[in-house]
């Protein structure tokens, strides 16, 4: 294994309370679920996840709870071969849980976030050389200060920059996210989180408003329809795959990331390949229950190309 992590991902780690249940009950309904479990979570580590199961040494900057939640989530991502060396345990606030309901009836889910998203990082928490060292920095913005400071040392040291905008983030507005968003060198936002920043109506003229900003290449994840890729030459829809048995959606978006961060910046695979190939990885993952869980290996991802009769080598 190498020393130094090829990807890193600053941002949010949480513990996923999932349970599957029937339907979604009314006000005042009680429902018995089919499913009670307890999974690793949150965007920026499933993206990290995602990324070592296809093979690639990546690194978690970020923080947990010093109390068992927290140690539950770092054992679990030493398991998945992340990187842990900046993975603070922090005294400040209790380790992050989400409440994620599925409805096994249609797969959508509701995910219910924790007030305690943010430690107290600063950008004393930040290692130069480990950023420096690295081929990618992934966030989702969470640590406004932080996030400009990493991206201000990846620049410096030619190490590329991806973002994933949520629509709980994109609420900051356009005027105080420029700076970071201007800065990346691929926004992944999903549609919803690019339709937040850009006050627009429709997921294409979210990428043509963030293309014209001067955002090298835009890929908005359309769920179901697949992704939509911005660049100043083109734009292009890259359809999803058709999924019998949608299980859980949770951790689709990060799974795309993944899967497409190791294509396009690890590997230099062309755009389409790797948005197709990212489409796969997702499509395996919403077949399982958890964010995490069906994330697929390489191997997995050619057998369900094969399967399909797509030929991307
Ligand atoms: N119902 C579905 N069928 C097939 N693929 C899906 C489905 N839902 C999501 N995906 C895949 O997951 C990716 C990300 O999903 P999306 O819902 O846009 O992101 P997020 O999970 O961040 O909200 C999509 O671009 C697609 O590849
Ligand atoms: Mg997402």
Redesign the pocket.
Known sequence: MLNSPEILGLGEIVVDWVAQIPHFPKPDEKIDSFHQEIFGGGVTANFLVATTRLGVFSGFIGAVGQDENGEFLIKDLKNEGVDTKYTYKKGDLKTPVNFIIVASNS?EKIIIQSPYMQYSLSIKDLDNDYIASSKLLHTTAIYHELTEEAIKIAKKNNVKISLDLESQIAVRGWNKLKKIIQNVDVLLP??EGAMSITKTNSPKEAASFLTKKGIPLVII????Q??LISTENFQKVIS??N?NK?ID?T??????IGAFSVAYWIKGWDLVKACKY??AA??IK?GKLGARTGMPTHKEILAFLEERNENLF
């Not at 951790?251 to 795309?256: I, K, Q, R, Y």
């Open positions: 797969g999903n549609k994840t359309l769920g179901s697949g992704a999803s795959y999924i949608v959606t951790g689709a978006g990060d799974t795309f990212a489409n997702a499509g919403i």
